[in-house]
């Protein structure tokens, strides 16, 4: 449709709703800086009848551009040029979030749940489709402004189930050079990992959002079990008290295993319990095998996720335990807590081969 005369009441309205907007972005000056940003910083991934033909123009260009001109253009019709105004309306929102302006459309405003601040649904869950270029740009700056570029995706990361192993070990800054739309072109993105992407950012933002800093301070960000553990472990090996094993499996072992159903499922969480002797005796490879009803690799396989997933949440923590392990080794009256501390340390930060430990299942093959 063409808006060379008004022929309805929401044709009315629409004019109107576009001068209105207009007359805001460029009369009041705190909008001044949106004015060279192309339309498309205010696209979700789920908008309906975009006006594909304006998405890369500048805000400034098409306010610059008379309505008529604009509702001339091929291809766009009403509800296109409705989405134009939705669009534009969009960028005079403030970052507390966003209210329809009274100016749009009706129909617009009820469907329109575009926020400048907050990338979740109505039950508080990430939704990768709420997520515009204005809040990626956000994001960005707020992992450039605290030199985390070089943290890895999965060091960061909620949980590493959700994550494709291939991008665990993926810096922030490989992705910070490169728009939202940019990302979701990406070879191997699709829309499950786009998602873990953008939450990591996002989470990373909520964080350090509102810390701007001090010359004298620095922010670490590290999996929440980390610093309880170090902590843990560090006044162990200072301190001249003995270790127990109780000590050990409430401090040590049973967090490393909580973090591993986060992220590896309860299936690696259960063989990895059952390797240690957590709640009763510690099974064998052979017998893990047996009850699953697959092959003794495979139980290796899964339980190899448990490296994996400590080289990327927790590295560090290769080099405490062997200091603890040492430490308990010979002192009379910690037998046991060694023996958990060494299992609990080979189960982790492994340092013997698949055909180390096969082998070594092979005398109860003969003693059987």
């Not at 594909?52 to 400034?60: E, N, P, Q």
Request: with cysteine; net charge negative.
């Amino acid at each position: 449709m063409r808006f060379n005369k008004i022929t309805s009441a929401e044709d009315f309205q629409l004019i109107n709703s576009f001068d209105e907007v207009k007359r805001r972005l460029l009369e009041e000056t705190k909008f001044s800086d949106r004015l060279d940003k192309p339309l498309a910083y205010w696209a979700l991934p789920n908008d309906r009848r975009l006006p594909l033909a304006f998405l890369g123009r500048t805000i400034g260009d098409l306010l610059a551009t008379p309505f008529e001109e604009l509702s001339a253009t091929p291809g766009i019709g009403q509800k296109k040029i409705s989405s134009l105004v939705t669009l534009l309306n969009r960028a005079t929102k403030e970052d507390a979030g966003f209210e329809p302006a009274q100016t749009a459309p009706k129909e617009t405003a009820e469907e329109d749940s575009f926020s400048t601040s907050s990338p979740l649904d109505a039950d508080g869950k990430f939704d990768p489709a709420l997520v515009s270029e204005v809040l990626w740009l956000r994001w960005r700056e707020t992992v450039r402004r605290h030199n985390l570029g070089n943290e890895r995706l999965g060091r960061l990361a909620p949980s590493l189930a959700d994550l494709p192993t291939v991008i665990w070990n993926t810096p922030l800054e490989f992705y910070m050079g490169h728009s939202l739309a940019e990302i979701r072109r990406l070879k191997t993105h699709g829309e499950k990992r786009v998602r873990v992407v953008l939450e990591v950012f996002y989470r990373v933002h909520e964080t350090l959002d509102l810390a701007q800093g001090q010359p004298h301070l620095a922010i670490v960000l590290r999996p929440k079990m980390v610093p309880v553990l170090e902590s843990w472990g560090l006044d162990r090996l200072a301190g001249e008290a003995s270790i127990s094993r109780s000590d050990v499996m409430e401090h040590l072992t049973r967090p490393l295993l909580k973090q591993i159903l986060t992220d590896a499922g309860e299936t690696v969480h259960e063989l990895a319990t059952g390797r240690l002797g957590i709640e009763a005796a510690p099974q064998s490879v052979r017998l893990q095998a047996r009850n699953l009803g697959v092959t003794r690799a495979r139980i290796y396989q899964l339980l190899e996720d448990c490296q994996k997933i400590m080289a990327v949440r927790w590295p560090e923590g290769r080099a405490l335990l062997e200091a603890l392990c040492k430490k308990t080794e010979e002192k009379p009256g910690e037998a046991e807590a060694f023996q958990l501390l060494s299992a609990t340390r080979d189960l982790f930060y492994a340092s013997k081969t698949e055909e180390d430990e096969v082998g070594a299942e092979e005398p109860e093959a003969v003693a059987g």
